[in-house]
């Protein structure tokens, strides 16, 4: 377990950039956090350091957006897990990107195992504890 103290978005964003350094094709990557606790924020770090040019946008209202290394879910919307089924979820997963996924606890059912996870808290107005 390690814990990474950021005092700014743009300090999250360059932790997410260099985490992604740790990733490989494939891995599942569990953003938790509360709204509004950076799980976006980091989603864009990691789209910069896999070399994602476009901008990482929240995809509440898609579910799913995709790019060319990576998926980036945002699961608070789901409303059941027979809905993430319908979806196509589980093909998304093993498609050989890198899967981000917020409110992953929506979708549990359908999570591979060996998921990563990413606890951020919120200790402050522009504090965040990152937990890996
Ligand atoms: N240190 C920090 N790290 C990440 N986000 C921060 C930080 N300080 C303030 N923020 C702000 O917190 C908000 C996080 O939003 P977002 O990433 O969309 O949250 P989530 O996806 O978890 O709901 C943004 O408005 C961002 O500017
Ligand atoms: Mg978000």
Redesign the pocket.
Known sequence: MAIFL????????AWAENYAKTLSPGDVVL?D????????????GIARGLGVEEDVL?PTYAYVNSYAPMFHF?C?RIASVRQAEELGFADYFDAGKVCLV?WSENIAPLLPEGCRRIV?R?T?????E?ET
């Open positions: 950021s005092r700014s978005p743009e300090e999250t964003r953003l956090g509360e709204m509004g606790a950076g799980k976006t924020v980091v989603a864009q929240s945002d608070y917020e951020i919120k402050g107005e522009n504090e965040r990152i």
